[in-house]
DNA sequence: ATAATATACTAACGAATGTTAGCGGCAATT
DNA sequence: AATTGCCGCTAACATTCGTTAGTATATTAT
């Protein structure tokens, strides 16, 4: 009988979700199926229900794990007493190297998150409008603090985040710049479109 | 009997795929049902079928009307004798435009097209690497111009093409500011990452 | 009016889906 | 050594899926 292996202190639950995430990226939520999953745990269907109450309980645990992160970053980065443009920097930064690191769970959760059903979906929606509206503020501050050019924030916050997530394209193609450029090129570009000279 | 209505010179074909963009949208072409676009034309599932081959063969249409739209354009901005950023800020706001006006299919062509199968799946990649490196070139154009900051070139297209996808966005949010806001925010960020100064 | 074509319907198909029930074996605790 | 709980198995389930066959009706052309 073949178990599960567990490495590095995962419970099984947690590598069953973790193998998730890459298959749910690489198929989509719904293209991906328990029998799918099952075969890259090594493992049969029914098997995984030992483990798991169902096939969208993973993806709460994926979309909310994620979630909770960016979060307790944006409660970090505005307690701090620095300038806006340095908060926004930090946030994008954080963005990134979650993109970078966490690809498969940050991506799953950002292009997924539909198919959670209620009360999760509404639940996810709220905090995520509440993300984007705790990011516009920053930038309207640097808006009157004159830092940051007269620009709609709400705008600015939607073309940084839908940025970031290019970084899919970056981790498929061929010939990768490493990750430290591709950090400092993605600053330069979204902090140099925003700062007034 | 309830006939599919057609308006404005479309077949019956162009009214099925239209609303499919729609619910592909809406839901993911995979979650959505040929007996949910059945009901969204008013019609019986089978009957979609004396117009189309398959259901892939709709996301076909939809994703290939869409590339081909961006290769004539960038085919006429290749052409003409402006200046590399002149050019790109073309580019952005057909992209922008394209998103503002034909939303449905744009989005599903960028977001389903994984779910094409060979050979379409095969052109259409091939398609969308050969679009990135033709923008890419045009932006290395302008930084050994030195019109444009030394940046990665193929990092700046994809920060650019992901955040207009972020369009999506402003088109369920509640407030929205106006297209044309939106167009010149939007360039004003993005080309205001790129330029020298 | 009649014939031909286009388009809709009902019924059904095989395949795939998420999930449950029930059983058997392995591993740790006593 | 015996017991308990964890975990994987096979088998099966009810649905839903895309699609086809065959038939009826509506529209268009003659």
Known sequence: M???????????KEVIVSKAATLFREKGFKAASMRDLAEAVGVEAASLYNHIKSKTEILHELCFSVANRFLHKIDEVEAENTSSVNKIEKLLRFHINEMIRHYEEVYVSDREWKHLSDPYLSNFQNQRRIYRKRFAAIIETGINNHEIKKIDAPTAVLIMLHAISGIESWHRSTQKINAEELEENMISILVGGLVNR
Chains 1, 2 share one sequence.
């Open 2 to 12: 073949a178990r599960i292996k567990t490495e590095n202190n995962l419970t099984r």
